[in-house]
């Protein structure tokens, strides 16, 4: 069992940075593939990042070269480094853990959620 608790959303201008924090409870939270996802108003949840146990990172094209995943296993934390923000980029952001192997894209992979943070990127 993990739980998951996301901070770190707020308002922000457009061409900004915002760090957002995910932090994990359980002992096994290194065997976990991590990743963030986004759900702006009336579209689908989708892909942004993941961090596999492995280490290996993944990104959405949507976000790639502007955005970066790390975690810190002795900590329990996840975080998405969030650089050249656009209007785009508004959403609700969700960490998530998924105990699948490989680098799992969907949301239906992951078995863990958190409760979201909101992230307004304004022009």
């Known amino acids: 069992q993990v739980q998951l608790v996301e901070s770190g959303g707020g308002l922000v201008q457009a061409g900004g940075s915002l760090r957002l924090s995910c932090a994990a409870s359980?002992?096994?939270?290194?065997?976990?593939?991590m990743g963030w996802f986004r759900q702006a108003p009336g579209k689908e949840r989708e892909f942004v990042a993941l961090n596999s146990w492995t280490g290996d990172v993944y990104y959405a094209e949507s976000v790639k070269g502007r955005f970066t995943i790390s975690r810190d296993n002795v900590k329990n934390m996840v975080y998405l480094q969030m650089n050249s923000v656009n209007p785009e980029d508004t959403a609700v952001y969700y960490c998530?853990?998924?105990?699948?192997?490989?680098?799992?894209?969907?949301?239906?992979?992951?078995?863990?959620w958190g409760q979201g943070t909101q992230v307004t990127v304004s022009s």
């Open positions: 998530a853990a998924s105990t699948r192997r490989g680098w799992p894209t969907r949301h239906t992979e992951y078995n863990y």
């Open positions: 359980g002992r096994t939270f290194s065997s976990y593939v």
